[in-house]
């Protein structure tokens, strides 16, 4: 059974495999390099990052009340959602997991920050998805980080979604010592060109022994 990664955009992905349906860090109201509307994406389960509103906001809320998806979320954000009328939560925090009917979903430390209309929405996270024969790591929103060697001894990913958009993450500079550390076989970056403060160039991330899968909003890429 095949597993699809499709782009959403900034840092915005779906994962699909054998008919289940993640999505990780939406954010297409607002964003002009966005392909889709929340109202196109069905998902068995939502998973937010952290509390920033270019990650949470009401496209992941809205995917989330109309398919009645599991959402994710660091503790503080979690309970966030139920207050905004999401019924089905699993909160979690860097070092945890929970085992999903589309895979084992592990919690990542992410070094960045994280508050939603100026309150404070818990820890930082970055996620890997065991799914199939892949480990898919979605790095979060971060700065280069010692973690990244843990990660590589304990979860071993094999594809990597990685900001290189400097300024508030990780640029093309950093996010290749990360690919150094981590050793995946695929790189995705993200996090890259949506705003003007984010000017890392994905043409430039070039991390020796990876491949390097550029994607624009919209395209899906097929992992063997």
Known sequence: MPTTLTYLGHAGFLIEHDGKTICIDPFLEGNDLATHEHGQIDADFVAFTHGHADHFNNDGLSIAKRCQSTVIAPYELAMYCGSQGVGNLEPINPGGAVDLPIGR??????????SYEGQ???????YVLHVGDHAIFHMGDTGLTADFDLVRRLEQPTVCLVPVGDRLTMGVREATVAMEMLQPKIAVPMHYATFPL???DPAEFTPPGVDVKAMSAGDTLELD
């Open 105 to 114: 979903l592990v919690a990542t430390s992410a070094n960045h920050s994280s």
């Open 120 to 126: 404070y929405m818990g820890a930082c996270v970055g």
């Open 198 to 200: 984010l000017t890392g």
